[in-house]
């Protein structure tokens, strides 16, 4: 690992799930300045008030306002997107139009699944956006990391996996393998991909957990009980884009959580009650 010679980390999508646990792996890990750009209007946000109690900077824009995100761009060396929504490609080529005024060195883009790369013939809808904007991404001539995490051990339910009815639904071969990392983890990776040398305008791979649908299950059968199927296009095609090669694991400083122990959060968890 080489040190890193970035200060100023601006992370956008904060208040979400996954920008959440990136920004505070980012606080955690504590060499960084961070800000947290939402958008406006300003409102109440449970997450943005916790990141905010840890030192973060919150900064409300208008992602249609180049001077305002102009402003509050001016610093960064890197830029963290975790934006979700539908509008993931309007609203990154306007954070990219700013960070290229304002000189930000890296850009992560709001990735954090497959490897958008590696995507051939018609692409699906909803890796689109994506995709399209990669390719912005890479003419701009900022740094940028791509990083492959595979499915968050947090979203089991949607590969069909019912805690609450107690059902597996398998919308794949059962021998499919799958790659699935646990959310607190792939905060950590994205620190740590700072370091990393093979990061810069690079792909990185990580997994939590590589294992089939059916040894999922089992491990499913050994926390709770059993679970069977429905067919759906839209799950088959993400679980068969989940693929688990070249994996840049060994790059990083620690072990990730082992799948079991997200089966066991999921179904400790209220939500899933
Ligand atoms: N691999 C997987 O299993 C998996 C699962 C889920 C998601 N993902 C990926 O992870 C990324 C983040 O997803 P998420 O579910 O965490 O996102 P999310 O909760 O839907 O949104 C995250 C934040 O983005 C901001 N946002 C939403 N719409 C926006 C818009 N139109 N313009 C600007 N900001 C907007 C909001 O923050 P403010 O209101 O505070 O500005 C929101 O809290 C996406 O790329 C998604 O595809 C991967």
Redesign the pocket.
């Known amino acids: 690992m080489s040190s890193t010679s970035f200060k100023v980390i601006t992370i956008?999508?904060?208040?979400?799930?996954?920008?959440?646990n990136i920004a505070e792996a980012f606080l955690n890990d504590g060499s960084y300045k961070i800000k947290?750009?939402?958008?406006k209007p300003e409102?109440e946000?449970k997450?943005?008030s916790l990141l905010a109690s840890k030192g973060a900077e919150v900064i409300y824009i208008d992602?249609n306002d180049k001077s305002d995100l102009v402003k509050a761009l001016k610093g960064t060396d890197v830029i963290v997107?975790?934006?979700?929504?539908?509008?993931?490609m309007?609203?990154q080529s306007a954070l990219l139009n700013a960070a290229k005024e304002v000189g930000v060195k890296r850009f992560i883009?709001?990735?954090?699944?497959?490897d958008i790369k590696e995507i051939t013939g018609e692409v699906h809808p909803?890796h689109k956006p994506?995709v399209e904007f990669f390719k912005e991404l890479e003419k701009s001539g900022i740094e940028y990391t791509i990083l492959v995490?595979?499915?968050?051990y947090?979203?089991f339910e949607?590969l069909g996996f019912d805690h609450k009815n107690k059902k597996a639904t398998f919308y794949a071969d059962g021998n499919t393998k799958i790659v699935?990392?646990s959310l607190i983890d792939i905060g950590k990776y994205t620190v740590e991909s700072l370091k990393l040398s093979e990061a810069r305008n690079g792909i990185i791979r990580v997994a939590g957990s590589v294992l089939t649908l059916n040894e999922l299950l089992k491990k499913y059968e050994e926390i709770t009980a059993p679970v069977p199927t429905i067919e759906d296009d839209f799950v088959a095609y993400?679980i068969v884009s989940?693929d688990n090669k070249n994996l840049n694991n060994d790059k990083f400083s620690f072990t990730p959580r082992p799948v079991t122990e997200g089966i066991s959060d999921l179904v400790k968890s209220k939500y899933w009650q």
């Open positions: 956008a999508g904060a208040t979400g799930l996954l920008g959440f947290i750009l939402r958008k409102s946000n997450n943005a992602y997107s975790a934006i979700g929504g539908t509008d993931l309007a609203t883009p709001s990735e954090f699944g497959c909803f994506k995490t595979g499915l968050f947090e979203y949607y699935c990392t993400l989940l």
